[in-house]
């Protein structure tokens, strides 16, 4: 068989195949190992549905009610090498890199997932943030940030609670040398945070950040820069905790109070803002993803006489925002009759309209939101007790190569 | 492309590289690419006699094979490609064989540039490889280990995720 044969069958294989192949003889590695190879394996992938990671994390209350006890970053993956040997069980990701975070400080208070960009996860333990490559067990250290006199009022506690923290790269491809950078939302003032009932106290708006600045970490630097960002006519009003900063198509996109907020990632230019749905309040935890595409956002709600329904909608159009109801789906139906008719809202999948991930009594389910079926079940291993979900599940896309990490 | 009307072949003949002789009407032919051109070369020279396509890379055996599919797929050459049923065949006809008569299935459909069938091998063949030992792959495509053991260490380490 010729080699330009061969190539057409290798740059078939999945990632991990093509890096195990290079073992085989020294012209298997050299064809494996070609830029070729690899441009013609990242443009065969590009359009194709690549395996994804759910991340998550749970909390228990000790006893009496005393200090959260943070479980270990868990996953469910249906990546080969991620999933080999744990079908259908969550996987302990940082119990796998054990080895490189395993310092006693580490291991007394487990670090949080907090938002992804591509095959990365960014991770943060009390303001010091981690970028992971849960594929590759590479992780590195973000230096933390220098302290500036605006901070010095704020107590780190305060800082860590309220800023918001978001991993993006400048390109499409972030292993074009490039690497990553991660992106802290200054605090947002804890009396600002919730988007106001209709009736009720109205803040005025000049109190509302219209100008702020936005610090910026650059892998490639290894440097943090301060941003002023000219947020005009929009305010940085209500970055909530469970809804994270997604990295799409080249800009970064939160719920910012009333609107879903585009800031583009490469000149850090507010681009656009969009109204969301008027029944999604952000008082209520509420999904927000990207399936198909699409941003799509989520909520429950509860009516009488219906009891709780689950709203989806889609941004079919999304410079002139038009959101799409594209699901509305009573819970008050036989296969979630043992568990009260009740679930917990975690992430959409990414390429199956009709599938979202759902947290029930410590397992995590895939939900078919048009037949009504519980799919799948990941069992989760937790200890007795009273668990929370925490809230952020970044979603991790495998696309082609794992993304190499600088050292 | 252009033909005219008295000159429109129905069937060519195509003769295998052990010279065997086989007819094939124009439709099962236009599936490859190298036949079709032959055949429009054919027409706008304004040939009326019966053309003879002599192929000296493919065998009657696999030549055969070729044409089992092009003849399928000419069925469907009006359908979508997404037809399930088309798709069904595609695998229920590639899963006979071994590595051996994929391999030159492939080299088959390269040359006669049949550009479906020639996705379709790689793709099984990379479906059915993917999940092999790096020993295996070595038995398969009979391939010899020129590695030092040094060599295999620092490769093993540099792809260590992929061993796991």
Same mark, same amino acid.
């Given at each position: ?7 057409? +069958? ?172 991660? +992106? ?27 100008? /702020? ?153 895939? /939900?078919?939101?048009?037949?009504? +079926? ?34 | ?164």
């Amino acid at each position: 068989m010729t080699d330009d044969l061969l190539t057409e +069958i290798l740059v078939r294989l999945p990632s991990e195949s093509v890096c195990r192949f290079r073992l085989v003889c020294k012209h298997w590695r050299s064809l494996l190992s070609s830029d070729y190879l690899e441009s013609r394996f990242i443009k065969h992938n590009d359009n194709r549905e690549c395996p994804f990671t759910l991340v998550f994390q749970y909390s228990v209350y000790g006893p009496s009610g005393g200090p959260k006890f943070l479980y270990p970053i868990g996953a469910i993956s249906n990546h080969p090498v991620l999933s080999k040997s744990v079908r259908n069980r969550a996987i302990n990701l940082i119990q796998n890199i054990k080895r490189d975070f395993d310092n006693s400080f580490l291991k007394s208070e487990p670090i949080s997932p907090v938002a992804s960009c591509h095959d990365l996860l960014l991770c943060c333990h009390f303001g010091t943030y981690y970028v992971v490559n849960l594929l590759t067990r590479c992780w590195i250290l973000v230096p933390p940030p220098p302290i500036r006199n605006q901070d010095r009022e704020l107590t780190p506690l305060s800082i860590f609670l309220n800023s918001k923290a978001g991993i993006f790269c400048d390109q499409k491809d972030v292993n074009n040398g490039d690497g990553f950078k991660v +992106i802290l939302l200054p605090a947002v003032r804890e009396d600002l945070m919730f988007d106001t009932p209709p009736n009720s106290i109205v803040i005025p708006p000049e109190i509302y950040a219209s100008q /702020f600045s936005v610090r910026i970490f650059s892998s490639k630097s290894r440097q943090w820069v301060d941003i002023d960002v000219d947020w005009y006519p929009l305010s940085l009003n209500a970055h909530l905790f469970f809804a994270p900063i997604l990295f799409h198509e080249g800009m970064l996109h939160w719920l910012n109070g009333r609107s879903l907020a585009s800031l583009d990632a490469h000149n850090m230019n507010l681009t656009h803002s969009i109204d969301l749905p008027n029944e999604l309040s952000l008082q209520f935890p509420c999904g927000f993803g990207v399936c198909q595409g699409k941003f799509r956002v989520a909520r429950l709600i509860y009516k009488e006489p219906d009891g709780r329904v689950l709203l989806v909608w889609d941004l079919e159009d999304y410079h002139k925002g038009g959101w799409h109801l594209a699901h509305r789906v009573f819970l008050h139906q036989p296969s979630l009759k043992k568990y009260n008719y009740v679930f917990r809202l975690m992430a959409f999948h990414p390429y199956n309209s009709d599938i979202i991930f759902v947290e029930i009594s410590n397992g995590v389910f895939q /939900f078919n939101m048009r037949t009504g +079926i519980l799919e799948s079940y990941y069992h989760l291993k937790l200890e007795k007790g009273d668990h929370t979900l925490q809230p952020s599940y970044p979603l991790l896309l495998h696309r082609g190569f794992p993304t190499v990490l600088p050292p | 492309m252009a033909s005219s009307s008295s000159s429109s072949l129905s069937r060519v003949v195509v003769k295998s590289s052990d010279n065997n002789l086989f007819v094939v009407n124009k439709k099962v032919a236009s599936q490859s690419q190298l036949l079709k051109q032959c055949i429009d070369n054919m027409e706008e020279k304004g040939t009326n006699d019966v053309i003879l396509i002599p192929l000296s890379n493919v065998t009657s055996n696999i030549l055969t094979l070729v044409l089992e599919y092009c003849e399928k797929h000419a069925d469907f050459a009006d359908d979508d490609n997404n037809n399930q049923e088309l798709k069904q065949w595609d695998h229920e006809f590639l899963k006979k064989f071994d590595y051996a008569t994929l391999n030159s299935l492939t080299m088959a459909a390269d040359y006669m540039v049949t550009k479906s069938l020639l996705n379709l091998c790689c793709q099984f063949i990379a479906d059915s490889i993917k999940d092999l030992t790096v020993q295996q792959i070595r038995q398969i495509f009979d391939i010899k280990n020129d590695f030092t053991p040094q060599e295999e260490a620092d490769i093993k380490n540099e792809n260590a995720w992929a061993f796991r």
